[in-house]
């Protein structure tokens, strides 16, 4: 959930002559600080970048922080005005974040979209196991109280990567087409990826959910083996892979970004 605002390019943006050279091959990187601004109630963190154009102004739910670009040269005074002409923006956007909801004793964490309750048992050998408890189904976790978010996180995980692989290279198989490999990742602003060699990568957090989505991801980045593009021969290649596109990316976009709420 990322929201953003621009300011109009200003006619005469200010300049500022550089104080020495910088080499051509050093790209110059944008200086990163915290800055304060009335009434804006969560961190702030400017960006200075010498390629900005304009002021722009971010809500980052993941980090629940405000982020404002500032051109190099614009002066504290004016970004704290451009913020504060948008306050009811940032707190409109910063009030829609949903709660965060950690992996602990008695918390819901839906696995394929299934909400299993998660349970504490210092007695439970091994890894983390889904059981259909009595009130419904249960992931138990033994070991120490203070590993057990640790303990679901990486057990997520392994079982997204497992899951994804198993299902990506059955989808391949189907097409000739070959996987050389699967790995997973916390990406925030992708769900998959291909590369030209056939390597696949997936947000571990397409786990949580639901089994038409997590396959869709996966139909999607499988379809990229064959057509590197998103031309109207990819969308029927994905088709044809999956049982439905349209409800899973709508899915995706209304409620991508509350998986990363979880752990
Ligand atoms: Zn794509």
């Not at 900005?52 to 670009?69: G, H, N, P």
Request: hydrophobic content about 45%; proline content about 10%; charged content about 25%.
């Amino acid at each position: 959930m990322f929201g953003r605002l621009l300011k109009p390019r200003a006619k005469a943006p200010p300049r500022r002559t550089p104080a020495a050279k910088s080499p051509a091959r050093t790209p110059p990187r944008p200086q990163v600080r915290a800055l304060a601004v009335d009434g804006v109630p969560a961190p702030l963190e400017l960006r200075l970048s010498p390629r900005a154009r304009r002021l722009s102004l971010r809500v980052d739910a993941a980090r629940e922080l405000v982020q404002v670009v500032a051109p190099a040269g614009v002066g504290d005074a004016e970004i704290a005005r451009f913020v504060g002409r948008h306050l009811d923006w940032v707190r409109g956007r910063l009030a829609a974040i949903p709660p965060r909801l950690p992996f602990a004793d008695g918390a819901l964490v839906p696995i394929l979209g299934v909400p299993h309750r998660i349970r504490h048992d210092p007695g439970h050998r091994g890894a983390p196991r889904p059981l259909a408890g009595p009130e419904g189904p249960e992931l138990r976790v033994g070991g120490g109280a203070e590993f057990l978010s640790r303990r679901v996180r990486e057990w997520l995980k392994a079982e997204a990567r497992r899951r994804l692989a198993e299902r990506a290279r059955a989808k391949a198989a189907g097409l000739g087409a070959t996987v050389t490999a699967v790995s997973v990742r916390d990406t925030r602003s992708r769900w998959g990826s291909c590369s030209a060699g056939g390597r696949l990568s997936f947000s571990w957090r397409l786990i949580l959910a639901p089994e038409p989505v997590f396959d869709y991801v996966v139909a999607h980045e499988v379809a990229h083996l064959r057509e590197m593009n998103h031309s109207a021969r990819f969308w029927a290649l994905c088709a044809s892979l999956t049982a439905e596109v349209d409800g899973p990316r709508a899915w995706l976009k209304a409620h991508g970004a509350g998986l990363h709420r979880y752990g």
